[in-house]
């Protein structure tokens, strides 16, 4: 009985590395380029600017004139996500 349990299991190992080298095989090759690279991106033209900003963190306010070739967060919450409260610390950082 011992032997049987030893026999199925190994089958089993045995189809699951079967599967794995056939789907390598035959699986579509990957495009050299990466994903989210500017080529691929689409231009969706110049970013408006901002309006009706109430408050600002750890910065006076600015134009995107200013921002222009910086990396800039802009993140959207409300009062009654927790989560989105639990991130203001990290932001104030």
């Keep these: 009985m011992k032997r049987n349990a030893y026999v199925v299991v190994f089958g089993i190992i045995a189809i699951v590395v079967v599967a794995a080298v056939v789907s390598t095989l035959f699986a579509s090759p990957k495009s ?3 994903v989210g690279t500017p080529s691929t991106l689409p231009n ?3 970013a408006p600017d901002f ?3 109430a408050a600002w ?3 006076p306010a600015l134009h995107i004139s200013q921002l222009h070739g910086k990396v800039v ?3 959207f919450w409300t ?3 927790i ?3 639990r991130t203001i610390p ?3 950082a």
């Design 32 to 34: 050299s380029q990466a």
């Design 44 to 46: 969706y033209g110049a």
């Design 51 to 53: 309006q009706e900003i």
């Design 57 to 59: 963190i750890n910065s």
């Design 73 to 75: 967060l802009v993140d």
């Design 79 to 81: 009062y009654s996500c």
């Design 83 to 85: 989560n989105c409260i």
């Design 90 to 92: 990290y932001l104030n």
